[in-house]
């Protein structure tokens, strides 16, 4: 979950490094550090934000035309200035910075201690840049053939931008799990995590594949794996605009997201629904319509929002195609051992495309020979990769760590299957599968309309933001907006959330309400109205504080409820687009008001890239 950033050509390299941290730091923000080659190589590291390190470098040198930086979120080690990356070996012809973990990294160490080395960090990758110096020592070999070598005897994950003193005019990158993608300019390359550093610079990338090893110089590029066989990868083009990447005028990153939905659930649809809105095309899916129209379950796996996502798609697959859906954690997913047929459809979530676990469900799965889709928002990422088809959700970069614009843009996409499926199946009309193509053709109009209220969220946001506790309440659709809601209270503004469906209320959490505790009821008008409107008289009956996300119009509620918060009726299926939108805005103002990092919270990455 770091960010890794490198650079050979001939420009000075400290600006592109710095600057692409600052482009990486969603990725980690524990430390940061930078190695610049010019003559001999200076490693500058510090605890903290890009920004303290980059004050301490100014009164550095910070000349030369090779080097690397990388930007971290901690796995071994605490975060301060020793564990830091760059890690330099032990006798210093090797630098390296690193993604991943390297799993059996003990009894490396055992080994290199039994041979005389030491270590001052407690990182794994240390233990990397002592095996790869030990090795190429030992054995005279080039520095690509050392880096080779030692990684073929490591077990794990690594994305790797490494640098020997012997070849000062050449870097070494490798991928194993963890993503990294090189761009192309004129006698110059870059490497990174992502495609954000290197935007602004290149258009032209190569995503690297797993045990690729790619050897950089000014004006030369080889790749080949990790057993020395050629490899030959194909040049893209990034379809990516510097001003995405920027906050554009909005005081956080994860405000501006929020005010994309309505943008960035039409890019998902556009293209994809008629223009006379009389049918769904998902093109990534044609080719195996046939096979998930005669599955007999699907399963759908992903990991905190996503996952979330994936439980309203397991409502609307039910509802309209009538398949059983299972929706499962991909952390879990892979070790209980699970059931899986031939005939079985898995579904995978990701934002980031690189999420470790469902990665590893995903394997698991294709063992099975079931067959495998994704559902990602970055292109060239590891998962639309190793999945047999898939959908693109064009949401857009969220470089915000808590993620808003990417589950509605999942959502969307889940919607456009479900509703796919149910004509091809037979199981809705044509008549009811026009009418919820124009439903959702109007969603990001409705979103407009809620985002006008957004100073009315910060007036609540105003009387809740010294809570120690909530509770998020919903029924169907809104089960899961509820405990996406509370996902985005807790992770933050630090404050305890909890969602529940809203019956489940009187098994346990009813014991919690008193009048300091405010209650989110997802309210609005469906099947299920009657019975909310049900629970929110309990809430009330023991003194609890209500605020309800109700559809406009409704006087029952508002009776009722301490605050209510209106959104524009929408068809059930849907209506959870809309009422997730309040729900991130109150969220936002609570942990501005309490002073949090709201696009950076603390202990947490954008892309989990580690199990």
């Known amino acids: 979950m770091c960010g890794i950033v490198g650079y050979i050509g001939l420009k000075q390299a400290y600006p592109i490094l710095i600057n692409g941290l600052k482009r990486l730091e969603y990725r980690g923000y524990d430390s940061a550090g930078i190695a610049l080659i010019n003559g001999e190589t200076n490693v500058y590291k510090k605890s903290g934000k890009v920004q303290e390190l980059e004050e301490f470098a100014k009164k550095e040198n910070t000349g030369g035309t090779v080097g690397m930086g990388h930007t971290r979120w901690a796995t071994h080690g605490e975060p301060n200035d020793t564990n830091a990356h760059p890690h330099v070996s032990e006798k210093g012809y090797f630098t390296l910075i690193h993604n991943g973990i390297i799993e059996n990294y003990s009894q490396l160490k055992k080994k290199l201690i039994s041979r005389g080395y030491s270590f001052s960090s407690e990182t794994d990758t240390e233990v990397l840049a002592n095996l790869i110096e030990y090795i190429y020592l030992k054995g005279k070999l080039t520095p690509e053939m050392a880096v080779r070598l030692a990684l073929s005897k490591v077990v794990g994950a690594f994305g790797l931008v490494i640098s020997c003193k012997d070849t000062p005019d050449q870097l070494i990158a490798a991928r194993r799990g963890s993503p990294l993608v090189i761009g192309i300019g004129n006698e110059e390359y870059f490497i990174a995590s992502d495609a954000t550093p290197i935007v602004e ?15 950089l110089k000014r004006n030369e590029l080889t790749l080949k794996t990790i057993d020395n066989e050629p490899a030959s990868l194909t040049i893209k083009q990034l379809d990516l ?9 909005y005081d956080h990153f994860m405000l501006k997201e929020i005010f994309e939905q309505p943008k960035s659930i039409f890019d998902t649809f556009r293209g994809r629904i008629a223009a006379d809105l009389s049918e769904i095309t998902l093109g990534g899916l044609l080719d195996v319509m046939d096979k998930i129209e005669k599955a007999k379950r699907i399963i759908i796996i992903g990991c905190g929002t996503s996952w979330h996502a994936g439980l309203v798609g397991e409502y609307l697959l039910e509802e309209y195609a009538r398949i059983p859906v299972e929706v499962e954690y991909g952390s879990e997913f892979r070790y209980r051992n699970p059931l899986i047929y031939e005939d079985d459809v898995v579904i995978a979530i990701s934002q980031s495309g690189e999420t470790a676990d469902t990665l590893a469900a ?3 799965a294709k063992e099975h020979n079931a067959l495998v889709l994704g559902i990602c928002n970055v292109v060239g990422s590891s998962i639309p990769r190793e999945t047999h088809a898939g959908v693109y959700t064009h949401a857009g970069p969220e470089i915000g760590v808590a993620s808003t614009k990417a589950f509605t843009a999942q959502v969307t996409v889940l919607a456009m299957m479900a509703f796919l499926l149910g004509k091809r199946k037979g199981t809705i009309t044509d008549e009811e599968y026009r009418k919820l193509i124009k439903e959702l053709n109007d969603i990001p109009e409705k979103i407009e309309k809620i985002l006008e209220f957004n100073n009315e969220y910060r ?3 105003e009387l809740y933001k010294d809570a120690t506790n909530a509770l998020y309440l919903g029924r169907g659709y809104f089960f899961p907006v509820a405990l996406e809601g509370a996902l985005k209270l807790k992770e933050i503004s630090y404050i305890h959330a909890e969602g529940y469906p809203a019956a489940e209320m009187k098994h346990g959490p009813i014991a919690l309400i008193d009048e300091n505790m405010p209650v989110f009821v997802i309210a609005t008008k469906d099947r299920s109205y009657e019975k909310i409107v049900s629970n929110i008289q309990e809430v009330k009956a023991r003194n609890g504080i209500v605020i309800a996300i109700v559809t406009e119009g409704d006087t029952v509620i508002k009776k009722m409820a301490d605050h209510v918060l209106e959104v ?10 809309l009422a997730v939108i309040p729900l991130q805005l109150l969220s936002y103002h609570i942990a501005v008001m309490r002073g949090c990092n709201v696009d950076q919270p603390r202990n947490l990455a954008k892309s989990v890239t580690v199990e």
Do not use: M, R
């Not at 610079?201 to 050897?215: G, P, W």
């Open 568 to 577: 524009p009726q929408a068809e059930a299926a849907l209506a959870a687009l």
């Open 459 to 461: 007036k609540i946001a």
């Open 362 to 364: 995903i394997n698991l």
């Open 241 to 249: 605009d510097i001003g995405e990447i920027e906050k554009n005028g």
């Open 201 to 215: 610079h290149t258009k032209s990338v190569i995503y690297l594949n797993n045990d690729n090893v790619a050897i």
